[in-house]
Nanobody
C-alpha cells in the first residue's frame, strides 16, 4: 500500500508560481510512475504531468500540452516525494490537483491517490 499526501496549494495571481509536493509513505516509490492530475469545477479530472522510471534512462517525464514549458515534474527519492513546479500560472490552471502513483504507468485509473490540494489563480 502507498499513501500519498499533497501539499503546497494555495492562491496566486496570474503569472505567479507554486510548487506542489506529494509525500509518499508505505513503501519506496523510487521505481514507481508518479503523476499529477487536476479537476476543475464542472470538468472531468485531467492528466497534467508524470515522471516514470525507465531502466537505462532513469526518469522520463511527460506533460499535457496545456502545461508544457510551464510545469516541471521531478522527485526526491531520499524524501520519497514527488514535486510539481508550476510557473506562469493562469486562471485556467485553477483546479484541485491530485497526485497518483503506480508501479507501472500512472493513469487516471491508477490505484493510489492523494486527497488533493486546491490551486486558485486569480487574474
Amino acid at each position: 500500500q502507498v499513501q500519498l499526501v499533497e501539499s503546497g496549494g494555495g492562491e496566486v495571481q496570474a503569472g505567479g508560481s507554486l510548487r506542489l509536493s506529494c509525500a509518499a509513505s508505505g513503501r519506496s516509490t523510487s521505481r514507481y510512475s508518479m503523476g499529477w492530475f487536476r479537476q476543475a469545477p464542472g470538468k472531468e479530472r485531467e492528466f497534467v504531468a508524470r515522471d516514470t522510471w525507465r531502466s537505462g534512462i532513469n526518469y522520463y517525464a511527460d506533460y499535457a500540452e496545456s502545461v508544457k514549458g510551464r510545469f516541471t515534474v521531478f522527485r526526491d527519492n531520499a524524501k520519497n516525494t514527488d514535486y510539481l513546479q508550476m510557473n506562469s500560472l493562469n486562471p485556467e490552471d485553477t483546479a484541485v490537483y491530485y497526485c497518483a502513483a503506480d508501479p507501472s504507468l500512472v493513469t487516471a485509473r491508477s490505484t493510489y491517490w492523494g486527497q488533493g490540494t486546491q490551486v486558485t489563480v486569480s487574474s
